[in-house]
């Protein structure tokens, strides 16, 4: 099946580390009877590295395997008229085709501060990922690399804006399937 004779919608959730991607995520996924993809454990599950960058002390993303495996889920899903719902950090790297709504979520620096600390990163990778939030990198990135009706910034600092963002998207979908019927 091709992208365009979709049923069902695709959805990225995107945003800095700690702002709440995966817990959102989740939530819709689990409530709608979409399929979730955290592409971080993606990664982590299929070894999708290329080496590793010494100075930053990370793995180097595969980035051709990954989008393989992704596009093979796509795939998978479109046939058995399934959305997805997938997260991670960045956007850029995927093609425009495979989603419908990107939706940035952001967080306050005190509540991001919290959260980050909580997960245990070190100074360095916690304020590295601060200032990437007040930079607003990626709602930059999201916007350069999708068209901008597409992209929906959202605040994801309390439970009730979660709860809310969640109830969005399920409106959203709804009415996608409607238009789309
Ligand atoms: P991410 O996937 O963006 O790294 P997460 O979903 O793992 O973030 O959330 C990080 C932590 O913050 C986790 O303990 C859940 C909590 N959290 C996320 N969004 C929240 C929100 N809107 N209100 C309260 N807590 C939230």
Redesign the pocket.
Known sequence: MSDTERKRPNIL?T????????????LIAEQIGFRHV?V?DLIKQHKCYDGRDEDLDTHILDEDKLLDLMESMFQECADENKGIVA?Y?SSELFPERWFDLILV?R?RTE?LFD?LS??GYGEKKRDENLEAEIMQVCLDEAKESYDKEIVVEV????????ES?VDRCKIWVEQWIKDNA
Do not use: C, F, W
């Not at 945003?15 to 989740?26: E, F, I, L, N, R």
């Open positions: 959730i945003g800095t580390p700690g702002v709440g991607k995966t817990a959102t995520a989740s955290n971080g997260d950090h979520l967080a509540v959260r909580q997960r605040h994801s600092n309390t439970i009730e804006e979660m963002n």
